[in-house]
């Protein structure tokens, strides 16, 4: 088939709804365009192992600790899930992983802000799980089909996620005053880092309009970011808690919450790694990289020995 054949049949398929997969012809850009997302989010998982796991040994109780455990190795399995879709295109994980290090691929801003209490890991996991579920149920039915595939299993563990930190923050909701005020104040800390996941606005978002005609992303930023508000509202006050938006408002006519300017310098400065937590996050990766050298020595030998016994048999 010539390229314009090609492009015409992979046009159709999208057209159709219907996946494209690891062996199909694909356009180089769309190629491109996944390796960029779908590495970023594998990042993000990794990455944001970190700030829970800040807590694992001051969880208050053993179940509480059981259970946070149980979710930040959930984040690793995500994590290598992504990157082996990721793989499918091929890219190399080794050369990903070291731009991650490099600092030369992005992973969410949202990880790059610290968790000073132990009500940050329950507003975590409502508040940033939920923004990660409102986000990626839609991912689930994105055109490249092992990053669709993939994106089924860490929503149905995502979900588990955000329920177990609507169950945290909904103690401390009913807790005593001192409980009451620190769960405010991690939500203070963590709303608007929270709405700033989805990315810029439409109107300043490069990749949406190419990503959506692909039928990659299947709802903008903005879109999402909106789903996410009138989701969370409620919650928060069934919670009895507020968010820091004074201009955080139903409206009737739009059947949608209205909300406030996101602080969109704040954003580009932590994306540009000027982030509170930025050089920690990536120290952290540096150190265990290094520090874990010996066992990929130890796996290599171990591969390369097995190989040369197959060839010997
Ligand atoms: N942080 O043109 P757009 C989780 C970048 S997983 C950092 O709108 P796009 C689970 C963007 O990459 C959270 N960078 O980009 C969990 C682009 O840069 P580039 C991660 C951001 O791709 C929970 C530039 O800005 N989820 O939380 C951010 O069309 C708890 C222009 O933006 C995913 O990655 C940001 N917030 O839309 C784990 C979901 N926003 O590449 C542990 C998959 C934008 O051109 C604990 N990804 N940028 O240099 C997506 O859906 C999309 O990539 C968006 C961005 C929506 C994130």
Redesign the pocket.
């Known amino acids: 088939m010539t390229t314009e054949q090609l492009q015409a049949h992979f046009d159709t398929k999208i057209e159709a709804d219907l996946s494209i997969e690891a062996k199909d012809w694909m356009p180089d850009a769309y190629r491109q365009n996944l390796i ?2 779908i590495n ?2 594998a990042h ?2 990794i990455i ?2 970190l700030p ?1 796991a800040n807590w694992l040994t001051r969880a208050p109780t053993l179940r509480r600790k059981a259970v946070l455990l149980a979710k930040v190795q959930d ?1 690793a399995g ?1 994590g290598l899930y992504l990157y082996s879709a990721a793989e499918t295109l091929g890219c190399s994980r080794q050369d990903i992983y070291q731009k991650l290090l490099d600092g030369k691929m ?6 790059n802000y610290p968790t000073l209490s132990w009500a940050d890991v329950g507003v ?1 996991g409502w508040l ?2 939920g ?2 579920i409102v ?2 149920v839609a ?1 689930c039915r994105a055109s490249y089909g092992p990053y669709a595939r993939a994106m089924v299993k860490i929503c149905k563990e ?1 979900s588990f ?1 955000q329920r177990q930190g609507y169950e945290a923050v909904m103690a401390l909701a009913k807790g005593n005053e001192a409980q009451r005020a620190m769960l405010q104040d991690a939500i203070n800390r963590f709303w608007w880092p929270t709405l ?5 606005n439409d109107s300043d ?4 309009a190419q ?1 959506m005609a692909w039928k990659i ?1 299947r709802f903008s ?1 903005d879109e999402l970011r909106q789903k996410f508000i009138d989701n969370t509202v409620p919650q928060l006050e069934a919670l009895g808690m507020t968010a820091p938006d004074p201009a955080l408002t139903w409206d009737e006519t739009t059947g949608h919450y209205r909300f406030g300017e996101i602080n969109w310098d704040e954003f580009y400065q932590v ?1 540009k790694g000027r982030g509170i937590c930025n050089h920690e996050r990536l120290e952290a990766k540096r150190r265990a990289w290094e520090s874990g050298s010996w066992v990929r020595e130890a796996a290599s030998v171990h591969a390369k020995k097995m190989a040369a016994k197959k060839q010997a048999a």
């Open positions: 960029r997302q970023q989010h993000s998982e944001g192992m829970e984040e995500h992005k992973y969410s801003s949202i990880f975590i940033v799980d923004a990660a986000n990626q991912l995502e996620h700033m996941m989805f990315g810029p978002s490069p990749n949406s990503s992303k930023n994306l």
